[in-house]
């Protein structure tokens, strides 16, 4: 009885999940409500609250379940890569864009809402934060006085722009082409304006 009852609110779950998806399809996550939710989902609102505190909790649990596997696609740490490390970052870049390009109905959705994309911010740039190594400012060609939480912020806004180029563009270019450019950008635009020599 137990397990049917867990299958039960695991499908209940997902039917909720994707209820809001297809709702942020067509409008914003604010002006979302539990109503709107429950109605879509064919559910009443006695059965979303048995399963979420409010559209928050709904929104941050189809939020976690992504950016989840998209933090462990980026869990290695960020340096300036070496020549015999740029293809591991490469490889490293091209998985986060692959998961992207098999989650895109829902990143398609997250990189539209503010809300989301709010989210999506802090978690790479607490992220990249743990993992981005930056030496002290020595050299001449570095950005005097930059803090090392911006170069993390403007990292973390660079990635969430060239992924919704890439999304709302139909994928033109595949992960592994993206993770190239990445790459690029990462060892001979972000490094280099903060003083750590390029491995080109």
Same mark, same amino acid.
């Given at each position: 009885? =137990?397990?049917?009852?867990?299958?039960?609110? =695991?499908?209940?779950?997902?039917?909720?999940?994707?209820?809001?998806?297809?709702?942020?399809?067509?409008? =914003?996550?604010?002006?979302?409500?539990?109503?709107?939710?429950?109605?879509?989902?064919?559910?009443?609102?006695?059965?979303?609250?048995?399963?979420?505190?409010?559209?928050?909790?709904?929104?941050?649990?189809?939020?976690?379940?992504?950016?989840?596997?998209?933090?462990?696609?980026?869990?290695?740490?960020?340096?300036?890569?070496?020549?015999?490390?740029?293809?591991?970052?490469?490889?490293?870049?091209?998985?986060?864009?692959?998961?992207?390009?098999?989650?895109?109905?829902?990143?398609?959705?997250?990189?539209?809402?503010?809300?989301?994309?709010?989210?999506?911010?802090?978690?790479?740039?607490?992220?990249?934060?743990?993992?981005?190594?930056?030496?002290?400012?020595?050299?001449?060609?570095?950005?005097?006085?930059?803090?090392?939480?911006?170069?993390?912020?403007?990292?973390?806004?660079?990635?969430?722009?060239?992924?919704?180029?890439?999304?709302?563009?139909?994928?033109?270019?595949?992960?592994?082409?993206?993770?190239?450019?990445?790459?690029?950008?990462?060892?001979?635009?972000?490094?280099?304006?903060?003083?750590?020599?390029?491995? =080109?």
């Amino acid at each position: 009885m =137990r397990k049917h009852q867990d299958i039960r609110a =695991r499908l209940t779950r997902k039917l909720l999940q994707d209820t809001l998806l297809a709702l942020l399809a067509e409008k =914003r996550f604010e002006v979302i409500t539990v109503g709107e939710i429950a109605e879509r989902a064919m559910v009443n609102r006695a059965t979303f609250y048995r399963h979420y505190q409010d559209k928050y909790a709904l929104g941050n649990s189809l939020f976690q379940e992504a950016i989840e596997q998209l933090a462990c696609d980026l869990s290695s740490p960020l340096k300036p890569p070496s020549a015999s490390e740029v293809e591991g970052v490469v490889t490293l870049l091209a998985t986060s864009f692959a998961h992207i390009a098999e989650y895109s109905r829902l990143y398609r959705v997250m990189v539209r809402n503010v809300w989301f994309t709010a989210k999506m911010h802090d978690t790479l740039a607490e992220l990249l934060g743990k993992r981005l190594s930056l030496p002290p400012r020595s050299s001449q060609n570095a950005v005097e006085g930059m803090p090392e939480e911006l170069a993390v912020a403007s990292l973390a806004n660079w990635l969430i722009s060239m992924i919704r180029w890439w999304l709302e563009n139909g994928m033109p270019y595949p992960p592994q082409q993206m993770a190239l450019w990445c790459t690029t950008f990462i060892s001979s635009g972000l490094f280099q304006a903060m003083g750590i020599p390029s491995s =080109r």
